[in-house]
């Protein structure tokens, strides 16, 4: 099972982005799925995740101007961005909850991907 990850870049402040990630391989079905970001010098910190009924929840200095959301039919999953800050800079990582059999839960990573919104 792998998570790969699209989309990040460079944005001016106030700009948009959106990742995507992909969940593949032998899925029996995912669970929680979530986005984690890490800026340079500091821990890896939960941006926004997401249950597989759609429920949500978000860090505290992204809400309102992140939206998390999933196709659970693709096996995929979101992270929308507006209003970026520089403050958001960091590399994104999308994380996952898999069962892959009856008996064996995963818990996946992509492969991170780094977003930069420059001062």
């Known amino acids: 099972v792998q998570l790969v990850q699209s989309g990040g870049g460079l944005v001016q402040p106030g700009g948009s982005l959106r990742l995507s990630c992909a969940a593949s391989g032998s899925i029996l079905q995912i669970s929680d799925m979530n986005w984690y970001r890490q800026a340079p010098g500091k821990q890896r910190e939960l941006v926004a995740g997401t249950t597989r009924s759609g429920n949500t929840n978000y860090g505290g200095s992204v809400k309102g101007r992140f939206t998390i959301f999933r196709d659970n039919a693709k096996n995929m999953v979101y992270l929308q961005m507006n209003s970026l800050k520089p403050e958001d800079t960091a590399v994104y990582y999308c994380?996952?909850?898999?069962?892959?059999?009856?008996?064996?839960?995963?818990?996946?990573w992509g492969q991170g991907t780094l977003v930069t919104v420059p001062s």
């Open positions: 994380n996952a909850g898999v069962l892959v059999s009856t008996t064996t839960y995963l818990e996946v």
